[in-house]
């Protein structure tokens, strides 16, 4: 029906031509058309025709270069609304139509209001807005006023282009927000035109859930390992891990995660760990093809290596270290360890999370067999709950050099059953390199060890216990401090 009523719409306009156009009715000027905002719908006004025998106006809207009759007006109307048009087909004309059936050409009465696009970038992040050019305002047109902002507030004017510009760049928006825009075309006499009001999203990819550090431990001298909870089943899972020296130092990224499946991730970095200490941070990442660098959408909470030093004085070690920051669920507290004798790392004292140094004196650590070179490392603890692992971050470790001295025994009883069987020095603080060696008075070496725990037990070399008499021993070490000394002395072997 539609496509019929235009061709005889189409047919009707060219008898027009045909036959005599003095005939036809003046042409009734478009003034203006114009999207009302309060209804959506399509304004167009119109002066009326400059003949009396009018009996009504033609409304054509123009769609994919065809014009379709929109509504009939009685003559003593000069404006319509088009209702239903959804402020999107904005080109239109206006007929007269006189007594005997003549109508008016459409001839350069046709007038089109802006209509504008809106494309988010999210790499700056930007709008911008792109419109055709008011048409049937030709040469007359002051230019263009643009107004937007979040949706439901007030659009404030964003500014002011010249005619000859049809493109707009609204910088500075807020991510995660409705933006609506409208165009406002200005008249060189005042008069304006309303484009439709177009909405954009400017929305990133929703973040993880949750994002954490679960802790920043240092593994070796020279690494650190970096464990981190996230959402996996979020829209976003690429990740970066970052770091930087201090706050005013910029983040570098050192390792990029992609497509990350578990929910628990672990990476390595590496660098001199009893010298620097990092912040650490991890980013979920979207990386649209047109941007140049991935967009941040998350962070999460900061982690940092500890960096353990101390201080010997005065047979004292003096700890101190930097504070762990920070857990997702807060900071426990810092465990002071010491590694024994059997190279096991024991708790000494926890203290409390403000607290960043300790003190102890060596003597008070002896325990019979203590190597020379005493370690110590802190751990930081946080606090149990939340998505994460409550995290224990672990320093590294220091050693303490410390001075070793000896005292040897005059004399034995090799095969007894008292605490004199053997021929050992009691050394406080073992030391790093240790000979020891015990001759007959003729020079023969009846034994010898590399081992400061290690004594003798009085037998030769046959497995038999040596006369009573005197013998000679000979002791060479260098300590942890950097010591060397050298004993020689007499040693009695006795029997019962």
Request: hydrophobic share 35%; charged share 15%; net charge negative.
């Amino acid at each position: 029906m539609i496509r019929t009523l235009i061709a005889l719409v189409l047919l009707y306009t060219s008898s027009q031509l045909l036959f005599s156009q003095g005939t036809l009715p003046d042409i009734p000027d478009i003034i203006r058309v114009t999207v009302d905002h309060g209804d959506g719908g399509v304004l167009i006004q119109w002066e009326p025709s400059a003949d009396s025998d009018i009996e009504f106006y033609t409304i054509y809207k123009q769609r994919d270069q065809v014009f379709e009759i929109v509504a009939t007006i009685s003559a003593d109307s000069v404006k319509f609304k088009h209702l239903g048009g959804g402020g999107r087909n904005l080109s239109y004309a206006v007929t007269a139509v006189d007594s005997s059936g003549n109508e008016s050409l459409f001839a350069d009465n046709v007038h089109r209001a802006v209509s504008a696009t809106v494309e988010f970038d999210p790499c700056v992040p930007t709008n911008t807005l792109t419109w055709n050019g008011y048409t049937g305002w030709e040469n007359h047109i002051a230019g263009y006023r643009i107004y937007g902002g979040i949706q439901g507030s007030t659009l404030p004017l964003l500014g002011f282009v010249s005619s000859s510009t049809q493109h707009f760049s609204h910088t500075g928006i807020t991510v995660g927000m409705l933006y609506d825009y409208y165009i406002e075309t200005v008249h060189i006499s005042g008069l304006v035109s309303l484009s439709a009001i177009e909405t954009i999203s400017s929305l990133y990819p929703e973040a993880p859930r949750f994002l954490s550090v679960d802790w920043v431990s240092v593994t070796g001298p020279g690494t650190v390992e970096l464990q981190f909870s996230v959402d996996v089943e979020s829209a976003v899972n690429d990740f970066r891990v970052m770091k930087r020296s201090g706050p005013d130092t910029p983040f570098i990224q050192v390792q990029e995660i992609l497509d990350a499946i578990g929910s628990t991730q672990l990476i390595e970095d590496h660098f001199p760990t009893s010298a620097n200490t990092f912040e650490y941070q991890v980013q979920s990442i979207f990386s649209p093809p047109s941007c140049s660098a991935p967009i941040v959408i998350s962070t999460s909470n900061s982690g940092t290596n500890i960096l353990l030093e101390y201080e010997f004085d005065d047979h004292s070690v003096f700890l101190n270290w930097t504070p762990y920051n920070q857990y997702a669920n807060g900071l426990s507290g810092y465990t002071i360890q010491r590694r024994s004798g059997n190279g096991a790392f024991l708790d000494l004292q926890t203290v409390a999370p403000g607290t960043t140094s300790w003190t102890e004196t060596v003597q008070s650590i002896i325990d019979g067999f203590q190597p020379g070179e005493v370690q110590y490392r802190v751990i930081a603890k946080g606090n149990q709950g939340g998505t994460g692992n409550p995290g224990q971050s672990v320093s590294n470790i220091v050693s303490v050099g410390v001075e070793t001295t000896l005292k040897l025994p005059s004399a034995f009883t090799p095969g007894s059953n008292d605490m004199n069987f053997e021929f050992k020095p009691i050394i406080d603080f073992a030391p790093k390199d240790y000979r020891m060696m015990v001759l007959d008075r003729s020079g023969r070496k009846l034994f010898e060890t590399n081992d400061p725990g290690q004594g003798w037990d009085g037998r030769s070399g046959n497995g038999h216990f040596v006369s009573e008499g005197v013998y000679i021993y000979y002791i060479q070490f260098t300590d942890y401090t950097g010591r060397f000394k050298s004993f020689t002395g007499n040693l009695t072997v006795l029997y019962p």
